[in-house]
């Protein structure tokens, strides 16, 4: 999510502001974030509004995020096995990392809403094409309470504020009732 896709990127504000609120409830809950950027030098840095300027941002220009930095990083947090993806573009660098984590054995949660693209035809191919590949296609507000699972959460108070607002509307509907 980086300032030279700001124009061009559907639905660009609301994708960033749902992936914001993930990577915050990811903070509240103790799950390690970990942010790529796509060729820094050329397309800029990760946008401030994320809320990622404290996170080591590891460079790459392979559309899949799995550098051996990144490599490296999921080894020292003890091999995860499941990830949670937000970004851009969806067909690109989401696709192609999800294609490897799925062969790393891991189990992908895609948060739809917090994915784009610059066409809608690209994003909405990809998500479906994701879909029977074996990645879950979640939304923000569905992923921060599957992560809490109950009300009795320690950190469910927390969580519920950043569902206070529902998640803007990024242009999935059209999507979901042709399934």
Do not use: W
Request: aromatic share 6%; glycine share 6%; proline share 6%.
């Amino acid at each position: 999510m980086q300032e030279k896709f700001r124009p061009t990127i559907f639905q660009f504000g609301n994708v960033v502001s749902n992936a914001a609120r993930v990577l915050e409830a990811c903070r509240i809950l103790g799950i390690p974030p970990i942010v790529t950027e796509q060729y820094p030098k050329g397309l800029g840095p990760t946008v401030p509004e994320l809320g990622a300027s404290d996170l080591k941002a590891h460079a790459k220009t392979t559309f899949s995020m799995l550098t051996e930095g990144v490599k490296e990083e999921l080894k020292s947090l003890g091999e995860p096995k499941k990830a949670i993806l937000c970004g851009i573009e969806t067909q690109a660098c989401i696709a192609c990392t999800t294609f490897d984590l799925l062969e790393r054995g891991m189990e992908v949660h895609i948060v739809a809403d917090a994915v784009s693209s610059r066409s809608q035809t690209d994003r909405l191919f990809a998500l479906s094409r994701l879909k029977q590949s074996g990645a879950f296609l979640t939304t923000t507000e569905g992923i921060m309470l599957q992560l809490v699972q109950d009300a009795k959460h320690p950190n469910f108070k927390e969580i519920q504020k950043l569902l206070a607002h529902p998640s803007p509307d990024t242009g999935l509907l059209a999507f979901f009732s042709s399934l």
